[in-house]
């Protein structure tokens, strides 16, 4: 549980960088800051998946609350207005916990409500539950809903377009406010609906003016909910995209409840660290059609091919959630074309996007780490051919010039074009031009093959074993000719036929890390001593040196300035993975290099309890204190520190071993993956 007393809660500063997160299985989301206080465009009572799990619509933005004593009335919410904070609910609020929901606890004279957020699985639905203790003679609660029915993307200003009226039914008020979208239905307890019609103007959200984006909304108060909380002290909101009973949030509670308990039952060790983060990884997990994904980050991300490949292990397979990791394997796969697996799924659903050279090796990783967990060869089979097939066309070429070169390396990229993971261009601005042979996707290729070398042995394709195996050998040799840099001693970043990338990145780290490495020991050992020294911070990896003179420390300012910082030395956490993966095993598995790891992940840990609440942001800057920036929860970043902390450091790895990277210890240690700082 993460536990916040006043002096957080009514302190507005440290309220606004602390935001919570509820989802719904479908791309769906509700969130906030702590204090009540919108700071971003994507914050919202129900922000609704309309094409699951995309098209994401904010519905609701928020309700505003007025707690009503004795005929004195009290402001309960939080909003920033040009040049002045109003109202200032923030000072009534004692408590925040997510204990597992949101919950907030005000006080005001001797009345204290307790307010409680929770989304319902499987639904685009959030239920805000209130209760009430005082001694006064009469309470009242005054709740206005404040509705956006825009793109999560976008923005609301007053307009005429709207329809403001609302459908009255027992114990349901409803709202189509816009042709072509859904109706919005908030089902209540209350005792009396008054019809009011204000547009309340000019929010702003200070997060958008900070990254350079238009930062100010009007929303639109369709109707004033009052509830006389004298003789019955709780209230209920049901706001969603279908009909309601106020009655059922009580079921709806229970039921959330027993679902998160029995996640939490698949943690495999009772450290609190892991535990909490296993029991964040469901919130990425979604639906898409009859299979599931894996949302990326939240707030803005759609389910992302790389991303999904890489946090698949940590996602599901740690915690023993075969079926879901089947199932997403299963979707991706129906979506390959031409050898590429998607990078993207649009938010607006059209036509996947297949712009990545990276995802589809990661693809054969993701099936590997199946395979060891489960021993499932039968799906493994079904998706023989498929992976197969991609070789094939990766030998032959595919789309944007990705071709295997007569020296058994990857070749990829075209002018402009952006296909690894540090994939950021301003305009015509390629700020990480990998065009060529980039180290880590030659890791993957190596990989890959031998990963088929494996599988067709099982399957008995002796023929195609052969040929896998003598593959991997001309691009181990070739590898090792022209990646290495025999000066500095480490791996250079970029191949390209001129004069090779010497910039010290962290891609390196997945010819160390991979189930498969290319590297003797000498050289891995090497690989991992210059990122350590020179890439590695308490929350991961920095993307360039500080040394190199294209660095940037810091991660701010507009799209463009925030884009040229992105790969140029900003830290990703999910980075710090693979490294730990790196370093443990060029360490022999020893107990001293897990508890070093258990160690590094403590600022992390502590982390749970900043920006995005119990999650991993995105990234961090380059430079210390290292803020949190981008998404305030991704799952990479979950996933990968999860894998490692498990897989690594817990030394709790799959039964079957025949697929998983050999170590020369597989005892389990309890290392102290760092002391949380009490808040």
């Given at each position: 549980m993460i536990r916040f007393g006043e002096k957080i809660c009514a302190n507005l500063d440290a309220g606004l960088r602390r935001e919570w997160l509820e989802t719904n299985g479908l791309g769906g989301f509700a969130s906030a800051t702590i204090n009540g206080c919108n700071t971003r465009r994507y914050h919202g009572l129900l922000v609704a998946a309309t094409k699951p799990p995309v098209g994401r619509f904010v519905l609701l933005s928020k309700l505003e609350e007025t707690l009503i004593i004795d005929g004195r009335r009290y402001e309960l919410g939080t909003n920033r207005y040009p040049g002045v904070i109003h109202p200032v609910g923030f000072q009534y609020l004692k408590q925040f916990r997510l204990d597992p929901f949101p919950t907030f606890t005000f006080g005001v004279e001797t009345t204290e409500v307790e307010k409680k957020v929770f989304m319902v699985q499987g639904e685009n639905t959030i239920v805000i539950q209130y209760r009430v203790k005082g001694k006064a003679v009469r309470i009242q609660l005054e709740i206005r809903p404040l509705i956006a029915f825009r793109d999560y993307h976008s923005l609301t200003h007053e307009n005429e377009g709207l329809n403001p009226r609302i459908e009255q039914q027992p114990g349901e008020i409803s709202v189509s406010p816009y042709p072509g979208l859904p109706t919005l239905h908030l089902a209540n307890n209350n005792d009396q609906v008054e019809s009011t019609w204000h547009w309340y103007r000019n929010f702003e959200y200070e997060a958008e003016r900070e990254r350079g984006l238009d930062f100010t909304e009007d929303l639109f108060n369709p109707c004033v909910l009052v509830f006389d909380l004298s003789s019955e002290p709780k209230a209920t909101i049901i706001a969603s995209t279908e009909s309601h009973d106020a009655d059922a949030a009580e079921e709806y509670c229970k039921r959330e409840i027993s679902r998160r308990k029995d996640?939490?039952?698949?943690?495999?060790?009772?450290?609190?660290?892991?535990?909490?983060?296993?029991?964040?990884?469901?919130?990425?997990?979604?639906?898409?059609?009859?299979?599931?994904?894996?949302?990326?980050?939240?707030?803005?991300?759609?389910?992302?091919?790389?991303?999904?490949?890489?946090?698949?292990?940590?996602?599901?397979?740690?915690?023993?959630?075969?079926?879901?990791?089947?199932?997403?394997?299963?979707?991706?796969?129906?979506?390959?074309?031409?050898?590429?697996?998607?990078?993207?799924?649009?938010?607006?659903?059209?036509?996947?996007?297949?712009?990545?050279?990276?995802?589809?090796?990661?693809?054969?990783?993701?099936?590997?780490?199946?395979?060891?967990?489960?021993?499932?060869?039968?799906?493994?089979?079904?998706?023989?051919?498929?992976?197969?097939?991609?070789?094939?066309?990766?030998?032959?070429?595919?789309?944007?010039?990705?071709?295997?070169?007569?020296?058994?390396?990857?070749?990829?990229?075209?002018?402009?074009?952006?296909?690894?993971?540090?994939?950021?261009?301003?305009?015509?601005?390629?700020?990480?031009?990998?065009?060529?042979?980039?180290?880590?996707?030659?890791?993957?290729?190596?990989?890959?093959?031998?990963?088929?070398?494996?599988?067709?042995?099982?399957?008995?394709?002796?023929?195609?074993?052969?040929?896998?195996?003598?593959?991997?050998?001309?691009?181990?040799?070739?590898?090792?000719?022209?990646?290495?840099?025999?000066?500095?001693?480490?791996?250079?970043?970029?191949?390209?036929?001129?004069?090779?990338?010497?910039?010290?990145?962290?891609?390196?780290?997945?010819?160390?890390?991979?189930?498969?490495?290319?590297?003797?020991?000498?050289?891995?050992?090497?690989?991992?001593?210059?990122?350590?020294?020179?890439?590695l911070t308490p929350y991961g990896l920095r993307t360039l040196a500080p040394s190199d003179a294209q660095y940037r420390g810091r991660y701010t300012g507009d799209g463009g300035s925030r884009d040229g910082a992105y790969h140029q030395g900003?830290?990703?956490?999910?980075?710090?993975?693979?490294?730990?993966?790196?370093?443990?095993?060029?360490?022999?598995?020893?107990?001293?290099?897990?508890?070093?790891?258990?160690?590094?992940?403590?600022?992390?840990?502590?982390?749970?309890?900043?920006?995005?609440?119990?999650?991993?942001?995105?990234?961090?800057?380059?430079?210390?204190?290292?803020?949190?920036?981008?998404?305030?929860?991704?799952?990479?970043?979950?996933?990968?520190?999860?894998?490692?902390?498990?897989?690594?450091?817990?030394?709790?790895?799959?039964?079957?071993?025949?697929?998983?990277?050999?170590?020369?210890?597989?005892?389990?240690?309890?290392?102290?993956?760092?002391?949380?700082?009490?808040?």
């Open positions: 996640n939490a039952l698949h943690s495999p060790v009772g450290d609190d660290f892991v535990t909490s983060l296993e029991a964040a990884a469901d919130q990425y997990i979604v639906s898409r059609g009859e299979q599931q994904s894996v949302i990326a980050g939240y707030h803005w991300f759609s389910d992302w091919g790389r991303d999904t490949m890489i946090a698949l292990p940590g996602l599901t397979l740690t915690n023993q959630r075969y079926d879901v990791a089947r199932s997403i394997l299963r979707t991706f796969s129906q979506h390959i074309d031409r050898g590429m697996l998607p990078n993207r799924f649009p938010d607006a659903g059209e036509t996947p996007e297949y712009n990545t050279v990276d995802a589809t090796l990661w693809f054969f990783e993701a099936v590997r780490a199946y395979l060891a967990y489960t021993g499932d060869l039968d799906f493994v089979q079904e998706v023989y051919s498929v992976l197969s097939d991609i070789i094939a066309w990766h030998v032959r070429g595919t789309r944007f010039s990705i071709k295997l070169d007569s020296a058994g390396l990857l070749n990829s990229g075209e002018p402009g074009v952006q296909l690894t993971w540090m994939d950021a261009k301003v305009g015509d601005w390629v700020v990480t031009p990998r065009r060529g042979k980039p180290v880590e996707i030659q890791a993957l290729w190596y990989n890959a093959v031998r990963i088929m070398e494996d599988i067709a042995a099982r399957l008995d394709d002796e023929n195609a074993r052969k040929r896998y195996s003598n593959m991997a050998t001309l691009t181990k040799w070739s590898f090792n000719r022209m990646f290495w840099n025999e000066k500095a001693g480490y791996l250079y970043d970029v191949v390209n036929g001129g004069p090779p990338d010497a910039s010290i990145r962290p891609n390196q780290i997945f010819a160390v890390s991979l189930p498969h490495s290319m590297l003797s020991p000498e050289r891995a050992k090497q690989v991992v001593s210059i990122v350590q020294q020179h890439l900003t830290v990703w956490p999910w980075l710090m993975g693979p490294f730990i993966t790196a370093y443990i095993k060029v360490n022999g598995g020893s107990d001293a290099a897990r508890r070093q790891a258990g160690a590094w992940l403590a600022p992390l840990k502590d982390h749970l309890t900043d920006a995005g609440l119990g999650h991993i942001s995105e990234i961090f800057d380059g430079d210390a204190p290292h803020r949190p920036v981008g998404c305030i929860a991704q799952a990479w970043s979950m996933a990968e520190i999860l894998r490692a902390a498990v897989e690594e450091i817990y030394g709790i790895r799959p039964q079957d071993m025949a697929f998983s990277r050999a170590t020369t210890s597989n005892q389990a240690v309890t290392p102290a993956i760092g002391q949380g700082a009490a808040t």
